[in-house]
């Protein structure tokens, strides 16, 4: 069971906020190969705080699943995977990317690029615990403008032999502004091909995850604002590779049936979660006739009852 993660793709990036148990669940249905947790603070793992138990909800179907951990010190981080494998979890990710505040100025995050060699430090921590090749990281090129730290990450990294390399080729001070430089996924493949690159970056569509790794040939590639808005995008990926014309799908009958499986899946593992609905499902719906106002429907849901009638209603024009 804990094997090495298998090379297969796509995968489901970590989003907080998103990616709960029923999130990951309905990726997978349409054909996600790995899914992340929301990222979890290390400290709040050793001091299992209520949320954080919530953020490792999982069941059997949710595999291979990958525990992203944010955190600053060493320590920090091998308490809390030594915690997480007492509770049965294998496949450990450092988020070395984010850079919302609250979280940088811990010097969690995308802060641990301005010191690369703590990051080195934090995986061979691990591996003394850990099979380097359970454990990944998650990074962006580097913390200011044209600072590139994750070519000298990848090269003591790779030297670990740690099992992934996902990198979003922005800056973090960039935050998510301009565009993913994907050239740099393809300089860091071409310079260390022994490394299992994932890239990450503006992979709106399942076309653009096809161009991303025909144009960097990388190993795989990670949906995340693209699964958002669409998670049938697994699937319509797979097509792609198969060669197959996605444009005719009936765009109706798909968003009943995402619809569906969010209220089936949500309803199985967080029955309360009806005011998350009211932002998840308004994400759905796009490119059809009147999208703006089933948004807006959506975004004001009080109960399951209400989601099971805009689901009729799709299912009704669909067919007709
Ligand atoms: C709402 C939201 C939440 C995110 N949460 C995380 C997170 O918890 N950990 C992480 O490593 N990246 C996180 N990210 C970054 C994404 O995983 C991804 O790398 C980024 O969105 C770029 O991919 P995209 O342009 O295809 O969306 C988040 C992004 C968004 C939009």
Not at 20 to 46: N, Q
Not at 127 to 135: F, K, L
Not at 284 to 309: D, G, H, Q, T, Y
């Amino acid at each position: 069971m804990s094997l090495p993660l298998a090379p297969e793709h796509p995968w489901l990036a970590p989003l907080a906020g998103f990616t709960d148990l029923p999130f990951r669940l309905v990726c997978r249905k349409y054909g996600c190969k790995v899914a992340f947790t929301e990222m979890i603070s290390a400290k709040g793992l050793i001091y299992n705080n209520t949320n954080t138990s919530l953020l490792l909800q999982t069941c059997s179907q949710d595999v291979p699943l990958v525990v992203q951990l944010f955190g600053s010190h060493p320590k920090d981080i091998v308490n809390a995977v030594l915690c997480l494998q007492k509770k049965g979890f294998f496949y450990f990710d450092l988020n070395c990317g984010c850079s919302v505040k609250k979280v940088v100025k811990t010097g969690a995050g995308a802060a641990l690029l301005k010191n690369p060699s703590q990051i080195v430090q934090i995986f061979k921590a691990l591996h003394e615990y850990v099979p380097p090749q359970n454990t990944g990281i998650k990074t962006r090129l580097g913390y200011d403008l044209n600072t590139s730290t994750y070519l000298e990450l990848a090269e003591n990294l790779a030297a670990l032999n740690i099992g992934w390399f996902t990198l979003h080729p922005r800056y973090a001070r960039e935050k998510f502004s301009g565009q993913a430089r994907w050239e740099h996924l393809a300089n860091l493949k071409k310079l260390f091909p022994e490394l299992k690159v994932i890239g990450s970056g503006d992979l709106f569509t399942a076309q653009d995850g096809l161009n991303c790794l025909h144009q960097t040939k990388i190993d795989g590639i990670m949906f995340a604002r693209g699964a958002l808005s669409n998670p049938y995008i697994f699937r319509e990926f797979k097509l792609l590779l198969e060669g197959k014309d996605i444009s005719q799908l009936n765009k109706k009958k798909l968003i009943a049936e995402i619809l569906e499986d969010f209220v089936f899946y949500y309803q199985q593992y967080a029955p309360q979660s009806i005011k998350k609905m009211r932002t998840i499902l308004p994400k759905m719906i796009k490119n059809i006739p009147e999208a703006k106002k089933m948004r807006v429907k959506l975004s004001f849901l009080n109960s399951w009852e209400e989601v099971r009638e805009m689901i009729n209603l799709f299912k009704g024009e669909s067919n007709g």
